[in-house]
């Protein structure tokens, strides 16, 4: 009966610090976390709803989907197989027009190329570089949603350690370890791989005590959903 007890309370508790850590989550930050910033945040701009565009995900990350829909009470769309885009109907697309205003003024665009759609319909694209300062700036709660994010779709935890790794984003790589030391963890390695394509930056570092539950949090959430499968 005492073990029973002692069982409960420990369930209790588990449910009250994911509630805690659940409900202090930024869903602006959590979500500008996850984007990949593959050389920058990309647009193939045909019509001003573009814009309203915030990721794709692939269907074999489906844990990923369902851990950024329970935090963002947003809901992916499955794509439509497409004649011109075989795999089209694989990738799971979020949008939001209000989410994706605020998430892209994190970002400078520059007007680059013609580009075309999966219908081979010509528009323009555009780039974004981010800006950095901005998230330095941002309250230590909205920093914490932010790595949160990244951690969820970049993250992994080799024994103590915990890793990010971001291709071709140089930005990116520079600005998470300037974040992590600001809140006061430690980077214990950080680099690129020599002749990588893509390149692969990565941080291995040792999370303070409040990150670490956060980031638990991800990896006990992300096990969950995969377990749903």
């Known amino acids: 009966m005492k073990n029973r007890i002692l069982l409960l309370f420990f369930l209790f ?33 045909i019509d001003p709803n573009d814009w309203d565009h915030i990721m794709s995900l692939h269907q074999r990350d489906s844990a990923k989907i369902k851990r950024i829909e329970e935090v963002t009470m947003l809901k992916f769309i499955k794509g439509e197989m497409l004649e011109n885009h075989l ?12 989410l994706a205003k605020k998430i892209n003024s994190f970002y400078v ?11 081979r319909v010509t528009g323009i694209s555009y780039l974004g570089k981010l800006k950095c300062n901005k998230i330095l700036k941002a309250n230590k709660e ?43 963890s430690e980077i214990v390695l950080t680099g690129r791989p020599t002749r990588a394509i893509p390149i692969g930056y990565f ?23 995969d377990n749903e499968n």
Do not use: W
């Open 109 to 119: 665009f520059k007007k680059q190329n013609e580009c075309q759609d999966a219908n």
């Open 13 to 45: 508790s588990v449910s009250l610090v994911h509630g805690q850590i659940q409900n202090n989550l930024d869903k602006t930050y959590y979500l500008l976390g996850t984007l990949d910033d593959y050389m920058g945040r990309g647009f193939c701009i």
């Open 203 to 225: 941080i291995k570092f040792l999370p303070s005590k409040e990150l670490k539950l956060i980031l638990d949090n991800e990896i006990e959430r992300k096990i969950y959903f």
């Open 142 to 184: 909205q920093q914490y949603s932010f790595l949160a994010g990244l951690f969820l779709t970049h993250g992994e935890k080799i024994d103590d350690v915990y890793k990010i790794v971001l291709y071709n984003s140089p930005c990116r790589y520079e600005c998470t370890i300037k974040m992590l030391k600001a809140l006061n």
């Open 87 to 98: 795999n089209n109907h694989e990738f799971y697309q979020l949008s939001s027009s209000n």
